[in-house]
């Protein structure tokens, strides 16, 4: 069975800084999809950026970048010059065959003004 | 584009009683939504999958008979829990898939929070 880790409960981050979030997956399968969906306080799921895992090319979007390592299952995100409204909850996400998503149990991130 | 809308948001009812949920995706068509528990500081829990004009399919542990899944056309499904207990307070997420979308994205609904007294 597929599982997601992300091991940083929270993380904390000066605005207008980078900051990192972590996240591994464990899966047999060589074709599957990797999200990065974000839960403001409002808990309206937005999604961030996606990476197909055929793909080897770093998927960005704007200030959100992602380091996918397929060997290794790695696969975190980069959010480059945070912004307050980047506060929120983190979730990775595996898709795999069953079009289920998996989700990590996530990561809280705070922007310091 | 890709939005998926949840009625009601917020719904209180008493103990016994049923709610029903419904979840539209507005600007495209879903033959697969989703249905997921979040409780509070929690990651998300799917509950079942919707196929458009099928029986849903539940995940493990999860009482058909008490939620009950419709999804009578290509932008529409609804969950309803029936006879709402205190136990089943918690905020309810659908998602619909993009049927024709590229890289298989799930859009996520606004949510509904349950309260049951």
């Known amino acids: 069975a597929q599982t997601v880790t992300q091991s940083q409960p929270e993380m904390s981050v000066q605005e207008a800084e980078t900051v990192t979030l972590s996240c591994t997956y464990d899966?047999?399968?060589?074709?599957?999809?990797l999200f990065w969906y974000k839960q403001p306080p409002s808990r309206q799921m937005i999604l961030v950026i996606r990476q197909e895992a055929y793909k080897q090319q770093n998927a960005t979007e704007n200030r959100f970048s992602v380091n996918f390592q397929k060997a290794a299952k790695s696969f975190s995100l980069k959010i480059s010059d945070s912004q307050l409204g980047d506060t929120a909850m983190y979730f990775c996400a595996f898709l795999g065959s069953s079009y289920k998503l998996i989700f990590g149990s996530g990561t809280r991130l705070l922007v310091r003004p | 584009g890709a939005v998926v809308s949840q009625h009601p948001s917020r719904v209180i009812c008493k103990s016994g009683t049923s709610v029903k949920i419904e979840c539209r995706s507005l600007d495209f068509q879903a033959t697969t939504m989703f249905w997921y528990r979040q409780f509070p500081k929690q990651s998300l829990m799917l509950m079942a999958t919707s196929n458009e004009g099928s029986k849903a399919t539940y995940e493990q542990g999860v009482e058909k008979d008490k939620f009950l899944i419709n999804h009578a056309s290509l932008t529409l499904s609804t969950l309803t829990v029936t006879s709402a207990h205190p136990e089943d307070s918690s905020f309810y997420i659908c998602?619909?898939?993009?049927?024709?979308?590229?890289?298989?994205?799930?859009?996520f609904g606004p949510g509904t929070r349950l309260l049951v007294l």
């Open positions: 899966t047999s399968e060589n074709n599957y999809y």
């Open positions: 998602s619909a898939r993009d049927r024709e979308g590229a890289g298989e994205t799930q859009y």
